[in-house]
């Protein structure tokens, strides 16, 4: 048996981050000395940030004698599904559908995946001509395309969904696939946007080797329903498939699957959901408020999670800040022409100048129109600022925005600081996107916030409209122990699209338990 010591200790930056320093330094705090240790095992790192100088809590796990074997694993194996007799139709490769082709291989089915956008190389043009052409394509940008909404993110990795599954089971896939093994370390792990679709291309090639399939450019456009029984898909070039269950995993940008669903009866219901602006500022600036010293040297770009309570109109609402991405980017994030959408994404050194995050607001079902529009109230709420944002500013990808000093004071920006949105922004005034109230709410957090980080609430930042993605303003429904829709059989709603998760890793762990929930209707033969 090998024996190990545990240990905690607190460093500073320039020791937790010196491969060398860091490994004295443990040996010493476990009372050993260089070359009486077999094995160091990094088992946690967290940065504390609360007192006068920022310091690094390590955990780790120190071997006398070598370590067990299984340290790492235990590494995932695919049965051929190839010839198996049960199928299952899978639409949309973002992390809930891929998740649930691997875990569908594992119990024995075989999954056949159908996604609208291109593989993620192909993608990456789509992505090119929207940053500089400003041209929208509805099948591949942003949110869809092979790896959805999650491959060209942050690739945050951060989930309070631990009670939902095996967040550790999900990092451990990921780095199978090529995750950098820090991801099983740090308490924020992230991936970054630059080597996350290389594990989403290994994701695919592990479900194609098995004998699972994936096609790309494959858009379903309609149900196969017979007597509330769902057999299958219809795809745009007019392919009937079908497959022993249907688990739906089409993200919360699948406008047309909801317009469909309701269309063909199916019930969907309104959700609440969130919608704000995206802020802007120096990363300097939050690194010195955040670090209180004058460069971070080897820490990492510094984030900050800010919420407050607002009122207006006796209405309370939550603001709060949303996907920080420090170092990072803001992205057009539309899914159709005629409406701008922003997001953020950041590389995995996160190294730019900018650091970036939604700023968003609640929106409850009583702030939305529901006798007008029903279930799709929330969305047609989106759709209605999402376009307005995109005609005050001149019916391009190009963004309304205003620096958040001139936005407390509701003034006109004169001018705009520089951005790392590609695309490029119009100064306007972010009233006229919002709403008085939607405009009145994020005022009220921004101020408060300016009282939590020095410098934040000024014109050294500006804001960037609109954040509108944040979570699905529709709920497909279904039953809390089958997983499948209440009222149609053989359709599994499933990941952030259905309203079931969050992220990357809560999609992830959803799409796995829609596997598992199919496979306990169908069985695998
Ligand atoms: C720019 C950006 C940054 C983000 N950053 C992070 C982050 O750092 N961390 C994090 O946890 N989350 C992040 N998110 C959110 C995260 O990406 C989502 O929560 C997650 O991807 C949801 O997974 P999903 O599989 O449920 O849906 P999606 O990822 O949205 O995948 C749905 C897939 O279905 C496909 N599809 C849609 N309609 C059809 C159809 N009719 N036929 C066939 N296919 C269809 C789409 O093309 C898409 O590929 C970010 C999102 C964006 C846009």
Redesign the pocket.
Known sequence: MSVKQEIEVLLPPEVAYDELARYSALLAAAGLRPGEADFVHLRKRSIDARGRAPQVRLRADIYQTPPPRDLFGPWFQYPSVERATRSVLI????????FAALRAIELGIKPIV????KDVRTRRRDLAALNKEHLVNP?SN??????????????????RSTKRGDVQRILRLLVQHGATPDILVDAHP?IGTNKLPYVVQALRDSVRAAGGEVHFD????DLILENNHLRGVV?ATGAALEADAVIL??????R??YE?LHRRGVLIEAKPFALGVRVEHPQELIDQAQYRRRDRGPLPAASYALVHQTQWQNRQRGVFSF?M?PGGFI?P?ATAPGEVVV????PSRRDSRFANSGIVTAIELEDMDLRRHGALAGLRLQQEIEQRACQLAGNTQLAPAQRLGDFLKAKISPELLETSYQPGLVSVPMDKVLGAGLAERLRQGFRNFGQKIPGYATNAAQIVGVES?T?SPVRIPRDRETLQHPEVRGLFP?????GY????????M??ERCAEAAFAAIGAK
Do not use: Q, W
């Not at 494959?218 to 456009?221: A, C, L």
């Not at 995993?249 to 699948?254: E, L, N, R, V």
């Not at 499933?494 to 259905?498: N, Q, Y």
């Open positions: 639409v949309g490769a973002g992390p809930a559908g891929l159908l996604e609208r956008g099948d942003y949110c869809f395309g092979e790896g959805g909404a999650g491959t060209y993110s942050d690739g945050k990795l951060y989930t992230h494959t858009r379903v456009d795809t995993a089409t993200g919360h940008s699948a047309d699957i469909l996907c991405c992205v994030a997001n953020g994404m950041s993605r979570s499933c990941g952030e699209g259905a998760a969050g992220g990357i890793v809560s999609a992830a959803d799409g």
